[in-house]
């Protein structure tokens, strides 16, 4: 599943950004990412994979839910 998070992040950033920066940022987001995941889900009583999967759904069908205040026809 971390390296599906890595993935949506590396989908994140600019197709301009230099291959082995873009690498690299991804890498970090993910990882500061997930330990916050796991962090607020422990918070919230929710087992590490639960929180990963949150994190992970969020991430790929986030942009796809409408903002908040944004009128839905």
């Known amino acids: 599943m971390e390296k599906e998070i890595y993935k ?4 994140l950033i600019p197709p301009e950004t230099p291959a082995r920066f873009a690498k ?3 890498k970090a987001m ?3 990412a997930i330990d916050k995941a796991i962090e607020m889900g422990k918070e919230l009583g929710i087992k590490p994979e ?3 999967h949150r994190l992970l759904m969020s991430l790929k069908y986030g942009k796809e839910m409408p903002e ?5 026809h």
Not at 8 to 11: A, K, S, T
Not at 68 to 72: A, L, P, V
């Open 68 to 72: 908040r205040g944004e009128t839905i």
């Open 30 to 32: 993910a990882v500061a």
């Open 8 to 11: 949506c992040f590396l989908g």
């Open 50 to 52: 639960e929180a990963l």
């Open 24 to 26: 690299q940022a991804a």
